[in-house]
């Protein structure tokens, strides 16, 4: 998954929240790591690390939980997988005045362990911290066999986070990223549209659309007609006009010098090694749903689309038979452009300190019946992070609420939006893209 000069990836598979019954999060801890052969040390250090994280939200914190997860990362060196483990601890409050005197050795109180986060800091291969007084803390740390910390030491550039209505351990969101490399076309030369290959696999239309139909090159790309069921422009879109289609994935002025959305025909992958990253939402929740979440993972790992809508095609297929799910998917490229395509009620934000501009999805369920595709290009905006989550986050989030995480890991970054604006009457996620520095 990883390449040389890409930024770092690793697939991630939530195993369990603990808020309840904090206690039991070390033996689960201790479990998981001899499963995944962390090492009878690795597996120690990682149990103390746990037990400080719990006892700390036990004495001091409100609303505490903690989520442990297995990290599964392709080591460039050796072209195997490792797998390691993720621990997130995320409170409610008071938060910490003084984050660099937490750390320092110590500084336990209230009947804690006594190792302090300076030592689980010392003993994580990745540790990182973002406390606010009066908002609460998040802190994130990484365990993986000590063969194998060089090759994973790198961030990450995506990070999510999901956790299941309250009394479910299955969860019906889900979001994955990966790297994909591919060749822009030649300039002035139009690309081949997916259902003129041969062999290749039918388009959106073929199979969305309620009866047989011949379905043109210009047809299986964007539509330049009215926005579904109504005559107006979204209420999210930004700007005043429609912005003109650009055919070839060309560049359209609007986008050149803000953040305005350009529809784009036959979009084409940019030159250089592009960041995939995909957001659903499972319809409901429970077990049916969770199966639909898989599903769409499973199609998006496993892929062959370079494009959004390419992609949302391949998982349109892999959820046929399922409940469906609302689904939004975005192309990163190193020059700062990006792709969008979204069907159902997926957020999705480019954020910075000072600006939040909303991206355009459109109605429909995936796996079923639903519009036309529609692709729209923006531009990253420097320092500038996407964000993607489900309809279990409130949309009411400012930008400035972030604004102080966003120099932390994107892990952090979405777990702190959780913690913000989630609710526990449903399924919630949120993944964090931030952009290349």
Not at 15 to 35: H, K, P, Q, S, T
């Amino acid at each position: 998954m990883t390449t040389p000069g890409s930024p770092g990836l690793a697939d991630c598979e939530d195993v369990a929240w603990f808020r309840d019954r904090l206690d039991a999060a070390r033996g689960a801890a201790a479990a998981l790591g001899r499963r995944i052969g962390l090492g009878d040390q690795r597996t120690a250090e990682l149990v103390l690390a746990v037990s400080e994280l719990a006892a700390n939200i036990t004495k001091h914190a409100v609303d505490g939980s903690l989520l442990l997860r297995v990290l599964r990362s392709h080591a460039e060196s050796a072209g195997n997988v490792v797998a390691g483990v993720e621990v997130i601890a995320v409170d409610s409050g008071p938060g910490m005045a003084d984050v660099s005197a937490a750390l320092r050795d110590g500084m336990s109180t209230a009947g804690t362990l006594g190792i302090g986060l300076g030592a689980v800091q010392r003993l994580a291969d990745t540790f990182d911290i973002h406390s606010q007084p009066g908002v609460g803390t998040v802190q994130l740390a990484r365990f993986w066999p000590r063969s194998a910390a060089p090759a994973t030491a790198g961030e990450p550039a995506v990070g999510g986070i999901t956790r299941p209505i309250s009394g479910e351990q299955s969860c019906g969101d889900a979001w994955a990223a990966r790297m994909d490399a591919r060749t822009a076309a030649p300039r002035g030369q139009a690309p081949t549209a997916p259902d003129q290959a041969a062999g290749a696999p039918p388009s959106w239309s073929d199979l969305t659309s309620p009866r047989p139909t011949a379905v043109s090159a210009a047809d299986a790309g964007l539509r330049a007609g009215p926005w579904p069921g109504s005559g107006d422009r979204p209420a999210s879109a930004h700007g005043g006009g429609r912005p003109a289609p650009v055919h070839g994935g060309g560049r359209p002025a609007s986008v050149r010098g803000g953040g305005r959305p350009a529809p784009v025909r036959g979009a084409v992958p940019g030159p250089g090694e592009g960041l995939l990253v995909m957001s659903c939402d499972g319809l409901g929740h429970g077990p049916l749903a969770a199966l639909a979440a898989q599903a769409a993972v499973q199609a998006f790992r496993t892929g062959s689309g370079h494009t959004p809508e390419q992609v949302m095609e391949e998982v349109h297929r892999a959820l046929r038979g399922t409940r469906g799910a609302a689904v939004a998917v975005a192309r990163l490229e190193p020059d700062g452009r990006v792709l969008f395509c979204g069907v159902g009620n997926i957020t999705a934000v480019l954020l910075t300190r000072t600006t939040r501009t909303t991206l355009l999805s459109h109605p429909g369920i995936v796996g079923h019946q639903t519009h036309q595709l529609r692709t729209h290009e923006y531009r990253m905006p420097a320092q500038g992070a996407l964000v993607m989550h489900s309809d279990g986050l409130s949309e009411r989030w400012k930008g400035a609420d972030l604004a102080g995480m966003l120099h932390h890991p994107p892990a952090v970054i979405a777990t702190g939006l959780l913690r913000l604006a989630a609710t526990r009457r449903d399924d919630a996620s949120a993944v964090i893209a931030k952009a290349a520095q």
